[in-house]
């Protein structure tokens, strides 16, 4: 079975920007959360969604969103950019919010 | 507000020996708590779960114990080895399903 892919890997943007960050689970997995991972504040908890809802959510601001689509494909879109966004963001998916979750690569995301 | 500390951040111990990593929280009322163990560059893996009712996990040269009388969770690897230096990370999952982590443990075996 294909693991947890992430689109892209690396990714450069200047401020006020915004990015949009890919996730393909693992087949049959339809739980996909998202976490920003950063030397300051550790590993994070952004959002997760199931079956296309989004089921719970960490404290971020409202610029940080997400969706799913019905292949349980999740996507994340960061808005107006700060540098403080600098970040590898990770995803992982499990069964249905089993306790097992399996995380992605990453997507470095470096914002000038 | 809920609270996770994983209290080295850095342990350096030489190889054969146990590798002890604490993990303590506080507000918090986990229904389990994980350990994780992650690569530079790459993300987390899942090593072990454990419940809240339950007291010691094992699995190959790993040992997890959970006290939620203390709030405390030990991660222990027997008979290390270099290819055990990594940072390890303990997460925390309520009923509620949020999830929490630690800020890690970077561990490394000296040969």
């Known amino acids: 079975k294909a693991g947890v892919t992430q689109t892209p890997r690396y990714l450069i943007k200047t401020r006020g920007q915004q990015v949009t960050l890919s996730c393909s689970p693992i087949s049959g997995h339809r739980s996909v959360s998202w976490y920003q991972q950063t030397p300051g504040q550790g590993l994070q908890f952004l959002f997760e969604?199931?079956?296309?809802?989004?089921?719970n959510k960490g404290n971020f601001p409202g610029r940080f969103s997400g969706r799913q689509f019905s292949n349980s494909r999740s996507e994340m879109n960061v808005s107006t950019l700060e540098l403080g966004d600098s970040a590898l963001y990770l995803c992982?998916?499990?069964?249905?919010?089993?306790?097992?979750?399996?995380f992605g690569p990453g997507t470095r995301l470096l914002v000038l | 507000s809920q609270k996770i500390e994983q209290n080295s951040e850095a342990l350096n111990i030489q190889e054969g020996k146990t590798a002890t990593l604490t993990c303590n929280y506080t507000n918090y009322s986990p229904a389990y708590l994980q350990w994780y163990r992650q690569d530079p560059g790459r993300g987390p893996v899942f090593l072990l779960l454990i419940r809240e009712n339950e007291k010691e996990k094992r699995k190959e040269r790993l040992k997890v114990t959970f006290d939620t009388t203390l709030k405390q969770s030990l991660f222990h690897i027997t008979a290390s080895q270099p290819a055990d230096s990594a940072t390890y990370l303990c997460?925390?999952?309520?009923?509620?399903?949020?999830?929490?982590f630690g800020s890690g443990t970077r561990l490394s075996i000296r040969p």
């Open positions: 992982a998916s499990s069964l249905g919010g089993a306790e097992t979750q399996y």
């Open positions: 997460a925390l999952r309520s009923s509620a399903s949020k999830i929490i």
């Open positions: 969604y199931f079956s296309e809802t989004q089921r």
